[in-house]
């Protein structure tokens, strides 16, 4: 009962807290604070409901018993993250946005292409691409050759139709104004056209961003050498060991919010001229 | 329309390529069983095997289509539409999951994008959480999800719509919120000259500007649930479902099931992103916003 009592403390305290500090102009500080007591509340009721209630740790391991085993298993985990992320997803990742970019000023290159191209890709933006993951791990093996293979064609689509969206984001007072200064298509391209696409282009890179991951873990489902974090997450549920597979989680959580949070800190380096950059402090 | 011919030279270019990636990747099967049989291949006869192997490697797209019409069409023709080797049958099994975690993710999403935008302290302290949610990979959790429940005695279609809605809320929330929002400060005055109660100005004025938002995350929203039906089949051990049967699949080699399991996921997939393109064009029409 006492840990109950506790869980429902600490939600009214800190739903207070945050009640209290969001009432207050918005600053630097309580505009991070909120967020993070809430977060913080909903670990300790987890912790608490998990004691009180005492439910087993092979159905939900409380958050300090999945801390112990992440400092305990760090060599695992880091294991599996090189196979998973540097290899599997980053490889893919770089090589579909990369292939998607220069597709993408091809097509924009060709009307026709554009005309014919782009609904074809909205439409197969919108499949279930991940189902090619096992076609894909029997052409190229289980190593993380496949796993590259499928980010890449999971995130070639979402890159391929922002970019060529971006790419037609100029208006034609903007072209002709080149057009003035004597610019030809590639000087246009580099100057006027592809600056005026970042936006999109960095919209595309963090939705490719989450996709990445995703692709890369679930394709290690069918089949994967004795590493990665898809593998450990498929193989400790069967062992029960609920523990890791939190661990693991953490680890992917943590990976993915820093990829994401790299891309987000380049797009606002990059394009701070923008009217969604420049709104904000 | 203008945009027919070039769509249509596109897919017939996809057709072109996936015919010949099946002649060079199955080539060296055909090659092995020539040299085995100890006779040796002409083009022509290289084409035809390559393109009519039991377990190639890429099947050609007439395989596809001939594997998918025995099961759905010529069954249903026999009157075992519903049989458990039909495709129509696993296709609902992976429907009856998407839709029902589809109609809890929206109903999610919309309650929560609604207490997002009248509650000062849920939008400080709950919408940082749902963007960082969806930077975490949920699908690699999708096995835990399902053995947990399974432990506690929730087993069959619930599992699968949680995973479903937990992908689907997401792009519903984002949008609401920005839908509730979009009414202008202009517009927002205008209710309160008209003395409206926040009800009212609920009702009237920012659930309907919120519409073309909303159907747009829709769509978004019943894609990624349908994936995550989809992979949420992975781990229940292959029984049903498209998921099931790509997972059977890949063990037993037979590329043909995948394929066509595939092509099968693909169509539901462009059948209910057009009905709710269908549903929005209507609702917006009536609207008077199309």
């Not at chain 1, 300790?44 to 305990?72: C, K, M, N």
């Not at chain 2, 930077?135 to 949680?162: D, Q």
Request: charged residues 10%; contains cysteine; positive net charge.
């Amino acid at each position: 009962m006492a840990w109950l009592a506790l869980a429902l403390a600490v939600w009214i305290g800190g739903w207070w807290l945050n009640h209290v500090l969001s009432h207050r102009p918005k600053t630097r500080v309580t505009r991070l604070a909120v967020p993070v007591i809430f977060g913080l509340t909903i670990v300790i009721i987890w912790e608490a409901l998990v004691r009180g209630l005492e439910i087993s740790p092979v159905l939900l391991p409380p958050p300090t018993q999945i801390a112990a085993t992440f400092a305990d298993k760090t060599h695992i985990l880091w294991q599996d993250f090189v196979q998973t992320v540097i290899k599997g997803a980053l490889t893919g990742y770089v090589l579909g946005c990369g292939a998607a970019f220069v597709m993408a000023i091809a097509v924009d290159r060709f009307d026709f292409l554009k005309r014919g191209l782009l609904p074809v890709g909205n439409f197969v933006a919108a499949l279930p691409i991940i189902g090619m993951a096992p076609i894909l791990v029997m052409w190229f093996g289980f190593d993380w050759q496949s796993k590259a293979a499928v980010v890449v064609v999971m995130v070639f689509f979402p890159m391929l139709v922002n970019t060529v969206e971006g790419l037609s984001d100029t208006d034609a007072m903007q072209r002709d104004l080149m057009r003035t200064y004597a610019a030809g298509y590639w000087k246009t391209l580099l100057k006027l056209r592809l600056p005026a696409a970042l936006p999109f282009i960095f919209n595309g890179l963090k939705i490719a961003s989450t996709l990445a991951l995703i692709g890369a873990i679930v394709a290690e489902f069918f089949g994967s050498p004795i590493k990665g974090m898809g593998f450990r997450i498929s193989t400790s549920v069967g062992q029960l060991a609920l523990d890791l597979v939190w661990a693991e989680i953490v680890v992917a959580a943590i990976v993915g919010s820093a990829f994401y949070g790299g891309i987000a800190l380049l797009e606002k380096a990059l394009t701070f001229w923008h009217p969604s950059q420049r709104g904000r402090s | 329309m203008r945009n027919i011919v070039p769509v249509l030279t596109v897919v017939a270019a996809i057709f072109a390529i996936w015919y010949a990636a099946a002649v060079a990747l199955n080539a060296p099967w055909a090659y092995n069983k020539a040299e085995r049989a100890g006779v040796s291949l002409t083009t022509s006869e290289l084409i035809s095997d390559t393109w009519s192997q039991q377990k190639p490697k890429l099947p050609a797209p007439h395989q596809v289509g001939a594997e998918l019409w025995n099961t759905t069409g010529e069954m249903v023709a026999k009157g075992r539409g519903f049989s458990k080797r039909s495709l129509i049958y696993h296709s609902w099994v992976t429907f009856s999951a998407t839709g029902l975690g589809f109609l809890l993710g929206t109903a999610l999403g919309i309650a929560l994008a609604i207490g997002i935008v009248y509650n000062r302290t849920m939008d400080m302290s709950v919408m940082p959480w749902v963007i960082a949610s969806q930077t975490i990979p949920i699908l690699a959790i999708a096995p835990m999800i399902i053995v947990v429940l399974n432990a506690v005695g929730i087993s069959g279609l619930l599992p699968k719509a949680m995973i479903s809605m937990y992908l689907s809320f997401f792009p519903v929330v984002v949008g609401m919120v920005k839908g509730l929002r979009s009414p202008g400060p202009m517009q927002l005055d205008q209710m309160r000259t008209w003395n409206a109660t926040p009800t009212q100005t609920f009702w009237k004025l920012r659930l309907p500007s919120s519409m073309p938002y909303l159907f747009t995350s829709l769509k978004i929203g019943m894609a990624a649930s349908l994936v995550g039906a989809i992979v949420g089949e992975l781990p229940t051990g292959a029984v049903a479902g498209l998921g099931a049967r790509l997972l059977a699949g890949s063990y037993y080699g037979q590329t043909i099931q995948i394929w066509s399991a595939l092509i099968m996921a693909a169509t539901l997939a462009a059948c209910l992103v057009g009905l709710i393109g269908l549903v929005q064009r209507i609702v917006l029409k009536r609207m008077g916003m199309a």
